[in-house]
């Protein structure tokens, strides 16, 4: 099993719509936890950290299932500019190793 | 005003050679990495410094030589390049090595080896 798995996708989701995806990660120790977007060809950029009680910034929500060991995102109403790759991120038990998810690509259609 | 800068942003060279790849920041941060992107887009962490002393050092062929020679600068040199090193290679930094941090990206070094 991959420390850290995502659905590669393309979700394909219509403009205003809501999308959600999920991430799992295999290490029960990992304490830190982030999301990410990567535009095509261009650096990833953090989107978001995920907090042990769930947090939101605008029309993105991020929550955490330790007891199953996976994360999620949630966009609301989304835009065209949304379109992206997702990556999850999780640190590595201890250390200071952050470990990347190879992503869920998104297509907002209009 | 760029945060994290690098220098080629490509990089087309034959197999055989060596190169050099600069990053910059502009942060202030202790630490800086070097991840590799390969095609299937994962992003692998290759190595990361933190005020200028080597933290991480994954299982990356011995070719690869990272050098720091203040916090602001870490470079990588590749020796004697092969297909398989065909690549992005995103240099980032954080303020400290806290696993907390957000990490700042350069805009990449798309390295080609024919």
């Known amino acids: 099993r991959k420390e850290v798995e995502q659905d590669p996708g393309p979700f394909n989701v219509p403009e205003g719509a809501t999308v959600a995806f999920n991430c799992t990660y295999s290490?029960?120790?990992?304490?830190?936890f982030f999301w990410y977007r990567q535009d095509c060809r261009k650096e990833p950029k953090l989107l978001m950290s995920?907090?042990?009680?769930?947090n939101e910034d605008g029309r993105f929500t991020a929550q955490l299932n330790r007891a199953s060991q996976y994360i999620s995102l949630l966009i609301r109403d989304s835009k065209l500019s949304d379109s992206a790759t997702y990556l999850c991120?999780?640190?590595?038990?201890?250390?200071?190793?952050?470990?990347w998810g190879a992503g869920t690509k998104l297509i907002i259609k209009p | 005003d760029t945060a994290v800068s690098q220098t080629p942003k490509y990089l087309v060279t034959q197999m055989g050679n060596d190169k050099s790849i600069k990053c910059e920041q502009n942060?202030?941060?202790?630490?800086m990495y070097w991840y590799k992107q390969d095609s299937k887009k994962f992003l692998k962490i290759m190595f990361s410094?933190?005020?200028?002393?080597?933290?991480i050092n994954e299982t990356v062929p011995n070719r690869f030589s990272p050098k720091s020679p203040d916090k602001a600068h870490l470079n990588l040199h590749i020796n004697s390049l092969e297909l398989g090193d065909s690549a992005v290679y995103f240099c980032?930094?954080?303020?400290?090595?806290?696993?907390?941090?957000?990490?700042?990206f350069g805009p990449g070094t798309r390295l080609t080896v024919t």
């Open positions: 991120v999780v640190n590595k038990r201890s250390n200071y190793q952050l470990i």
């Open positions: 980032a930094s954080s303020q400290d090595l806290g696993q907390a941090y957000e990490q700042y």
């Open positions: 995920v907090y042990s009680s769930g």
């Open positions: 410094y933190n005020n200028k002393e080597l933290i």
């Open positions: 942060l202030g941060h202790d630490t």
């Open positions: 290490n029960s120790a990992s304490q830190s």
